[in-house]
């Protein structure tokens, strides 16, 4: 064998073409191990974070339905046959799943929808203005509460005037206290306040 320069640069020069050829597959292969390896590590950083979303999803989601049980049983509400917390909690947060805890637009406008419910009944009861074209009936006024709550998950029953008052008036009181607690940070988007004094007590 003959390791002087002449012999290594006689080999290079008859086997030129192998070896550019070596070299080639060689640069090629560490392409491709360098973009299988991002690729893995994409996956692993992907799945991670799909796993921490789903694993805050869930722990919100039980924060969540505790603290309706609770707030319903100081407001003397019965949150098992009264209120569904999970259609409710889907309702203020359909993207929690990816992370996202913010009130959707959605529950926003309708928590503002019962808020225009109780201020129309207000209105008209009172009679302070005689552009109102609604007369207040108590049978009506709890159709239109009753309807504007079971869009976010609670069910209350009509009741005798005064009955009716006071579920309504838990009911108000639970909406604002879950708002108050669960929006992160008031701002214009934040759902109005409910509970108030109202006329027609």
């Known amino acids: 064998m003959c390791f002087s320069s002449i012999c290594i640069d006689n080999f290079k020069e008859r086997f030129r073409g192998g070896i550019s050829i070596l070299e080639d597959g060689f640069s090629l292969l560490s392409l491709f191990a360098i973009i299988f390896g991002s690729v893995v590590a994409l ?87 005689k552009s109102i074209k609604y007369t207040f009936t108590h049978p009506d006024h709890q159709r239109r509460v009753i ?4 869009k976010i998950g609670i069910s209350i029953t009509r009741l005798s ?27 214009r988007n934040s759902p109005p306040l409910l509970y108030s004094k109202r006329a027609y007590s």
């Open 43 to 129: 996956s692993t950083y992907y799945q991670s974070v799909k796993s921490t979303a789903l694993a805050g999803h869930i722990n919100h989601l039980e924060l969540f339905q505790s603290y309706v049980e609770k707030e319903s049983a100081k407001f003397g509400i019965d949150s098992v046959k009264s209120i569904d917390t999970f259609f409710w909690y889907r309702k203020m947060f359909p993207k929690s799943r990816l992370g996202d805890t913010k009130f959707s637009k959605d529950y926003i406008n309708l928590v503002a929808a019962i808020k225009c419910e109780i201020e129309l009944s207000d209105r008209a009861f009172s009679q302070k203005e």
């Open 161 to 187: 005037p005064n009955e009716f008052f006071e579920i309504e008036s838990a009911a108000l009181r639970l909406l604002d206290s879950v708002n108050l607690t669960f929006e992160s940070g008031f701002s």
């Open 147 to 150: 309807a504007a709550l079971q």
